[in-house]
């Protein structure tokens, strides 16, 4: 077995606009990245579209349909904050959450050890019934919520170590023990969330990262917080938000973070993952927007990934 990559060419056709940092080349950026011979071992696959059903474990009919139906013949329709559609955006979503579902389906049957979704729009921040922070359905947990329609895996645990907080995500977690939450994000940023008070049922772990701190903070924060109360929940799989604007040198925040400290923390979350779950892991492109910083970050981390 070996790392699964999927993307799809429809997450090229979402166009938030002119001048929008979440923006194709991003995963242009990448997927030249990850073409490098030393990727060749990758197994490689187009994400579907996910079903309605799928996205209905996380956000309600009304609110998919009412996304999709808003996707504009052409130009731009704007539905939350600094978050857009283009005549190509309902493809691109529905495909990056379908990765996420192929993805957990493969680790889960045996496909692949562990995978890594090349997709967009990014998900973390989309709530049941709210677009926002670029995101228009949460990926992440339209992932896990699959997940869990298969015997076995009755406990997902998402780590998420995006520069922002990934409201979203915590609120749905935060009130279902069946599901962990785990982040290091700079703090106070956009969009206000993310206090270390905020635990939810003990399964939400959130540890702020103030302006300037560097990769010792970072692997701090995971080793000493995040780890530990991972270790506690004993999951049956792991899903990474992976978004690599906590660089130092990515324009959207005031982090220090390098290269060298994602790879540290993709090593760490996938010998957790041998460990506890059988290697069953999942991680889901989410920011990062500097193209070459990303570019580089997101081939350190399906480096990582790799060394299974």
């Keep these: 077995?070996?790392?699964?990559?999927?993307?799809?060419?429809?997450c090229l056709g979402h166009d938030a606009g002119p001048g929008h940092p979440e923006r194709p080349s991003r995963l242009r950026a990448i997927l030249r990245a990850l073409e490098a011979p030393e990727f060749e071992g990758l197994l490689r696959a187009e994400a579907p579209a996910a079903t309605l059903e799928a996205l209905g474990r996380v956000h309600s009919p009304e609110y998919v349909r009412r996304i999709l139906d808003a996707v504009p013949a052409s130009g731009f329709v704007e539905v939350g904050e600094d978050t857009v559609l283009s005549p190509g955006s309902g493809e691109a979503a529905l495909r990056a959450a379908g990765a996420v579902c192929a993805a957990v389906e493969a680790v889960i049957l045996g496909k692949a050890t562990n995978a890594?979704?090349?997709?967009?729009?990014?998900?973390?921040?989309?709530?049941?019934?709210?677009?926002?922070?670029?995101?228009?359905?949460?990926?992440?947990?339209?992932?896990?919520r699959h997940a869990q329609t298969f015997p076995g895996v009755e406990r997902v645990a998402i780590l998420d170590f995006d520069l922002h907080h990934g409201n979203g995500t915590q609120a749905a977690v935060e009130d279902d023990s069946s599901l962990f939450y785990g982040s290091t994000h700079q703090y106070p940023l956009y969009p206000g969330t993310g206090s270390s008070r905020e635990t939810g049922l003990g399964n939400v772990v959130n540890v702020p990262l103030f302006m300037r701190t560097d990769g010792e903070g970072f692997r701090r924060a995971f080793s000493e917080r995040i780890l530990p109360g991972l270790a506690d929940f004993v999951p049956n799989l792991l899903i990474i938000s992976a978004g690599f604007d906590a660089h130092r040198a990515d324009p959207m925040g005031d982090l220090e973070v390098g290269e060298e400290d994602f790879a540290w923390a993709t090593a760490r979350f996938r010998r957790f993952?041998?460990?506890?779950?059988?290697?069953?892991?999942?991680?889901?492109?989410?920011?990062?927007y500097n193209l070459d910083v990303l570019a580089a970050c997101a081939a350190s981390h399906v480096r990582e990934l790799m060394k299974v």
């Design 116 to 144: 890594f979704c090349a997709v967009r729009p990014p998900g973390h921040h989309a709530e049941r019934e709210r677009a926002m922070g670029f995101c228009l359905f949460n990926n992440v947990l339209v992932g896990a």
């Design 273 to 288: 993952a041998e460990d506890y779950c059988g290697g069953r892991l999942v991680s889901v492109l989410e920011g990062g």
């Design 1 to 10: 077995m070996s790392t699964l990559l999927l993307t799809h060419p429809a």
